[in-house]
């Protein structure tokens, strides 16, 4: 059987089985899932939404890091939303068509207030300006969108080191895992080394936030903004020239 084949059978399932797909994107995080089932009030709040992340982060000729490219990788009950809701794929077949990735290719940067893309950068302790994004691709694989934008970046010397990456959702609604390859462009002798969220310390943080506001946590208005907490790190170490 053809992935696209496979992928219309899992999106005709899905559209009757809500709860089933939804279960199958917490699954990529069975601790947290444990932590939110305890509290039956957050289940429904946090997050919403899966993301594996990556980036592409490029250096000019003299080492100095201009610009980053971040690509998203939606979970399969997200990506399912934003099929049905742009009218994408409609004949089930995995793929989408040069006109429906012209017409959709951005729809994931209008963002609101208190989300500007969850990018954070640093070099040599110094955090750098992000500019705006602009759109560069979007795909359909296995049942997942990817969508990949770039961004200017300025502030970065030439030759500052360690870099540091993060992407994270401050109100915690997006749950970002930097899954994706970590790439260093323009520069050689660079290593990416990815930094896991530490877990335990981010509960405890969300446990004695949640207890704070007396655990009367039902509506997105007041759930702690815990998402640096849950962040993956990537920092980037590069030999001497």
């Known amino acids: 059987m053809s992935a696209g084949a496979r992928f ?40 919403h939404i899966f993301i594996d992340a990556g980036l592409d982060l490029i250096h000019d000729d003299d080492g100095s890091l201009v610009e980053v490219r971040v690509t998203w990788r939606y979970d399969e009950l997200y990506s399912l939303l934003i099929l049905q809701d742009y009218g994408l794929d409609p004949d089930f077949d995995g793929v989408l068509t040069e006109d429906e990735i012209a017409r959709t290719l951005g729809f994931d940067l209008n963002w609101g207030a208190g989300f500007e893309g969850g990018l954070t950068l640093s070099a040599d302790g110094a955090v750098l300006d992000i500019g705006a994004p602009e759109p560069v691709s979007l795909s359909l694989t296995d049942g997942h969108l990817e ?71 039902s509506a997105e208005d007041n759930f702690p903004a815990v998402g640096a907490v849950f962040a993956d790190r990537v920092v980037v170490t590069c030999a001497a020239p």
């Open 8 to 47: 219309g059978r899992l999106r005709r399932a899905a559209e009757g089985s809500y709860i089933a797909l939804m279960t199958r994107s917490f699954l990529r995080s069975l601790a947290l899932s444990a932590f939110l089932a305890s509290a039956p009030t957050l289940a429904g709040a946090h997050p």
């Open 147 to 217: 969508t990949t934008h770039r961004r200017p970046v300025t502030g970065a010397a030439s030759g500052a080191l360690p870099l540091e990456a993060a992407i994270y959702d401050p109100e915690f609604y997006i749950a970002f895992e930097m899954t994706l390859p970590m790439a260093i462009s323009g520069r050689d002798g660079c290593t990416p080394r990815l930094v896991r969220a530490d877990l335990d310390a981010a509960y405890a943080t969300l446990q004695a936030e949640i207890e704070r506001i007396g655990g009367a946590v």
